[in-house]
């Protein structure tokens, strides 16, 4: 009985995986496609400094009506944490926050290869605007365009080094 159940889960788990797959392929099409007709208005530059912060504070956000619908939520917690393993941890306004079930002590991911999309791509380079970073991260955005401030300080103290 126990070996049935088991085995249907894995199952359905991996129907699950698989058709999120497909999904995010097809998500990356999609952003391939645009990206032909409009570049983003902001440059991410800078790199990830493993504070673990964004795995331990993970706001997904929900379209404002969705928000103010229980079940919706309730769905939306149910799925991530099926699908990512992501306990949730509250909602601030429209902003589903969990904490990663597969980061470690240390701030390591222990599925990096196999780690999702949303993670992959973190924080992701929108058309407009840019996403709100954890206080310390090490990742920035600058406009398109424009000189990179640090970038130029780090150029300038090699010159007089
Ligand atoms: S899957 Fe890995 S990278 Fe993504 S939130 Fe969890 S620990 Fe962080």
């Known amino acids: ?8 889960q894995w199952s359905v788990r991996a129907v699950f995986f698989v058709g999120g797959w497909i999904f995010e392929l097809t998500q990356r099409v999609e952003d391939k496609f645009i990206c032909l007709f409009k570049r983003p208005e902001y440059i991410r530059k800078g790199g990830c400094q493993m504070s673990g ?6 706001g997904l956000l929900l379209p404002k009506a969705w928000s103010r619908r229980a079940w919706i939520i309730r769905y939306f917690v149910w799925w991530h ?10 909602i601030v306004d429209n902003l589903l926050v969990y904490e990663c079930g597969y980061v470690t002590k240390d701030n390591q991911c222990s599925i990096y290869p196999w780690r999702p999309r949303l993670c992959r791509e973190y924080p992701k380079v929108q ?4 996403p709100k970073l954890h206080k310390g991260c090490g990742f920035y955005f600058i406009q398109r365009g424009r000189a990179d401030f640090a970038e130029t300080l780090e ?5 007089f080094s």
Not at 1 to 8: E, H
Not at 53 to 58: F, P
Not at 127 to 130: A, E, K, Q, Y
Not at 155 to 159: A, L, S, V
Request: charged content about 35%; hydrophobic content about 35%; glycine content about 4%.
């Open 1 to 8: 009985m126990s070996f049935l159940y088991k085995t249907v």
């Open 53 to 58: 912060m964004c795995c331990r504070n993970l």
């Open 81 to 90: 944490r099926y699908r990512y393993k992501f306990h949730f941890l509250g």
């Open 127 to 130: 058309l407009w605007d840019f």
């Open 155 to 159: 150029r300038e103290k090699k010159k």
